[in-house]
């Protein structure tokens, strides 16, 4: 999240180091100033940006929407980031022999932010309206779209995946990244063989990775200034994603490329500017933004406002984790690869169980931000996911009251917190309707896959969140997506310009697809903790087959090459869509009690 300044403070003292060197032996001593081997404790959030970042660099993009890169795209990219790294002689993993004594690297995701990041959540999600506003203002009619096959076949190149050099061309700004980002670049990992150097943490990573540099040694891969000012030892450093390069080396024929990086060693830069740490330097120039460096250098000791600098000091001090790590006596297993989200829910429950509050701050979803938020339609499915995080904290304490879930995410024109109170209480008749929400959604997901039996899982999938999107219209009684809108979402077939309709459609069916994916996740683990609860060990059977978010959520490119390679069949699925029991839809209007804008 960074300190003012902090960094450009610094940019002069970073060591320029060879970290390694393609198709060279590991044992080659005669390559001068190498570090053979190097350990990288790689800060997870960072790397997804930094993966999206280059892709929104690739050639070919005409418009905002062409440059946002697929899951897929972004999936593939983190792997051959890594790879790359490997190919040079980064150690990724362990290596114990009578030569080499290697621990492996480590890749953290957040998986629970502390209360004081609020206020930087919610400008973030504010800044993202404030993008999408402006963007939905200079293109009201929509947005433009390349339809071009690079988009999904024409992977980066190696010196593309480190090449930080060229800042995006206007055109292409605008958009947020996607809003699922994270968790994507979280699944592709899973499923490969980094899967066992990644882990979500029952903290914030940026304290997992201080620690771990400073317990095992390596270096922090991250893109933020903030790992400047942890104490990580002193033979330890700190690289940036945009410190990374790769170039050809035209002094020998033995190699085919070098990586090297600016690397940071805080240690020895702080003994350099003459100060007892890099935390006191970056105190003052957080304090006072206007200070130069020279300046803030020459205050060695706290100014004014002890209280301050001893928050400070707490805020980046590397503690003993035993403790959050005893999280997972709730179910997180010690390699976690749950959802971000859900994984902070669940924490919080830990944490704080009958407190009365819990907080999600939803993914930012680029939808028309003229119309109620593409999150409404999926209301439902996150009431059961609310549901069985209250099923699990009747377990843990039976005696307090059932937390509050607080919703952040944006309603009109601001971001907004919203209560959702969990249905399970020993009143039978909510326990009644948490019955039924499992089994209803249950029942709709195996109808929409038996219609459709013949066609692949993503489709299946993808038509009972249209549907499910199309009945939210209908029972609060809105004017709901044109046959044209749910056919062209479907198949990808948007042409040259995609219309907020069909870009606020889009994004309906995300949040329903991504809900879906939190039950899932939910349920394990709900599972794992014998809730007992009916209708779940179904409604998990249902889910087995729900794909990762790189198959389950195609671009619209991707989209239409799969629709045309399967010969999908839009008029029975629009139908299908269209047409349902109303009386089945209009019992659930009832329910429905949270307020909804006018479009």
């Not at 293109?139 to 090449?163: C, E, I, M, R, W």
Request: charged share 20%; proline share 6%; glycine share 4%.
């Amino acid at each position: 999240m960074g300190i003012p300044h902090f960094a450009s403070y610094l940019h002069p003292y970073p060591n320029y180091t060879t970290l390694g060197y393609k198709n060279s032996p590991c044992d080659d001593n005669n390559n001068g100033d190498i570090v053979h081997s190097p350990k990288f404790i790689v800060d997870g959030p960072a790397l997804a940006y930094h993966i999206y970042y280059r892709l929104a660099h690739r050639p070919h993009a005409t418009s905002a929407f062409d440059a946002l890169p697929s899951y897929h795209q972004i999936g593939q990219a983190t792997i051959a980031f890594l790879s790359e790294l490997e190919a040079h002689h980064v150690q990724m993993f362990a290596i114990h022999n009578q030569i080499l004594h290697f621990d492996s690297s480590h890749i953290y995701f957040d998986g629970h932010l502390p209360l004081h990041k609020r206020p930087v959540r919610l400008g973030r999600l504010q800044s993202c309206l404030r993008d999408l506003i402006k963007i939905q203002t200079k293109h009201p009619k929509g947005l433009a779209l390349s339809n071009s096959h690079y988009v999904s076949s024409s992977p980066l190149t190696s010196s593309q995946l480190f090449d930080s050099s060229h800042s995006l061309p206007s055109s292409l700004h605008g958009l947020p990244a996607p809003p699922f980002l994270v968790p994507a670049v979280l699944d592709e990992l899973s499923q490969t063989k980094y899967a066992s150097i990644t882990e979500v943490v029952p903290g914030e990573a940026d304290t997992f990775c201080a620690k771990a540099t400073k317990d095992e040694g390596g270096m922090i891969l991250t893109s933020d200034s903030d790992m400047l000012v942890y104490d990580i030892g002193d033979k330890n450093a700190v690289v940036f994603f945009t410190g990374l390069e790769i170039y050809e080396d035209p002094d020998t024929t033995r190699v085919s490329s070098v990586l090297k990086a600016n690397v940071y060693p805080t240690a020895q830069i702080a003994k350099r500017l003459e100060v007892p740490s890099l935390l006191l330097l970056a105190y003052h120039c957080q304090s006072d933004p206007t200070l130069s460096l020279s300046q803030a250098r020459r205050m060695l000791q706290p100014v004014q406002d002890a209280s301050l600098w001893q928050c400070f000091k707490e805020a980046y001090a590397i503690k003993d984790l035993d403790g959050i790590s005893s999280a997972q006596s709730i179910g997180i297993g010690q390699r976690s690869f749950l959802d971000p989200r859900l994984s902070e829910l669940i924490l919080q429950l830990s944490a704080a169980p009958g407190n009365g509050a819990i907080n999600i701050y939803l993914p930012f979803l680029i939808d028309d931000p003229s119309r109620a938020s593409a999150w409404y339609v999926s209301s439902f499915i996150r009431q059961i996911i609310y549901d069985l995080i209250a099923a699990r904290a009747a377990t843990i304490q039976a005696s307090l009251p059932l937390p509050t879930i607080v919703e952040f995410s944006r309603r009109g024109l601001r971001t907004v917190a919203s209560i959702v109170s969990p249905l399970l209480t020993s009143d039978p008749i909510a326990e009644q309707k948490y019955i039924c929400d499992i089994h209803t959604l249950s029942f709709r997901l195996r109808d929409a896959k038996a219609r459709f039996r013949t066609i692949s899982t993503m489709f299946q999938y993808r038509i009972f969140a249209l549907r499910e999107s199309y009945r939210w219209y209908i029972i609060n009684s809105k004017k709901p997506p044109s046959k044209k809108s749910i056919a062209a979402t479907m198949t990808g077939h948007l042409g040259s310009l995609v219309q907020w309709e069909d870009i606020h459609l889009d994004a309906q069916i995300c949040s329903v697809l991504y809900g879906l994916r939190m039950v899932k996740q939910c349920l394990g683990y709900i599972t794992v903790e014998k809730s007992g609860r009916e209708g779940i060990i179904e409604l998990q059977d249902t889910l087995e087959d729900l794909p990762p978010l790189s198959g389950l959520l195609p671009s619209f490119v991707e989209m239409k090459e799969l629709a045309e390679k399967e010969k999908i069949e839009v008029s029975q699925i629009v139908s299908y869509i269209m047409l349902f029991e109303e009386a089945e839809d209009h019992s659930e209007a009832s329910s429905n009690t949270e307020a909804i804008e006018k479009e």
